[in-house]
């Protein structure tokens, strides 16, 4: 069994759908979260994840694309899209996003949108992800939230290492340590590679690999402006920031 793990979608369906192109069918698909938000087609992603028959947990969008919770906490451009996407998304899409968990807990692994029992909090250094290896025993911690491809590495002894991974690449899990791998975002990547995001993990052979997938993005960048979404959405995709 292999999984395709993926994160952050933000209504982004070109790049879902790039993203899809490379899964197998025989590949289980997991979701961290954060479908909608950002982009210009909230309804059409959760379609293609829900048809692919998605494991899917909630992001901090799609909480607030259900019920408008926490919009005060988003930058203006964030919130401006969250509004147009309520405006916009579908009854039964809305029920299907509320009816999702903040955590899914496997043997092999934990998935959630951003960190264990803080669901919406940000990994963002050595001590966040001692602090999200702490709240869980699980031996892999699967997140995405920051929109960066990277991952922490916990020895027995307790000592942290990390590496980006923004260019793709390979990692052997090792037995005795734990990780919390970040699968960085198929539509609004943040780590200066504007290539859509996703990872294999490979549990039989005990590793994850960080794939980079070229979409159209001009094409998505039309759509935004067409939707008259805020114009950072658009220019941020063609920098991966």
């Known amino acids: 069994?292999?999984?395709?793990?993926?994160?952050?979608?933000?209504?982004?369906?070109?790049?879902?759908?790039?993203?899809?192109?490379?899964?197998?069918?025989?590949?289980?698909?997991?979701?961290?979260?954060?479908?909608?938000?950002?982009?210009?087609?909230?309804?059409?992603?959760?379609?293609?994840?829900?048809?692919?028959?998605?494991?899917?947990?909630?992001?901090?969008?799609?909480?607030?694309?259900?019920?408008?919770?926490?919009?005060?906490?988003?930058?203006?451009?964030a919130r401006v899209a969250l509004e147009w996407t309520r405006g916009v998304l579908e009854p039964e899409h809305a029920a299907w996003l509320d009816s999702l968990s903040y955590e899914i807990r496997q043997p092999a692994f934990l998935m959630v949108h951003g960190a264990p029992v803080r669901y919406f909090a940000y990994i963002l250094d050595k001590e966040e992800a001692a602090a999200a290896f702490g709240a869980t025993d699980a031996p892999l911690i699967l997140v995405g939230h920051t929109h960066v491809a990277e991952y922490y590495e916990c020895t027995v002894a307790g000592t942290i290492a990390h590496e980006h991974r923004q260019h793709g690449g390979r990692l052997v899990l090792e037995e005795g340590r734990r990780y919390i791998v970040n699968v960085g975002s198929v539509g609004q990547p943040r780590d200066l590679n504007p290539e859509a995001s996703f990872v294999f993990y490979d549990p039989d052979r005990h590793t994850i690999e960080w794939q980079r997938v070229a979409y159209p993005i001009a094409s998505v960048q039309e759509k935004i402006a067409a939707a008259h979404l805020p114009a950072v959405c658009a220019r941020r995709l063609k920098l991966g920031r």
């Open 1 to 77: 069994m292999r999984y395709a793990v993926l994160s952050d979608v933000h209504g982004n369906l070109d790049a879902l759908g790039a993203v899809l192109d490379a899964v197998a069918p025989s590949d289980v698909l997991l979701c961290l979260g954060d479908i909608v938000g950002y982009g210009p087609d909230p309804n059409a992603c959760i379609a293609m994840l829900r048809a692919r028959g998605a494991l899917t947990v909630l992001g901090n969008h799609d909480v607030a694309a259900v019920d408008g919770h926490g919009l005060e906490y988003f930058n203006d451009a």
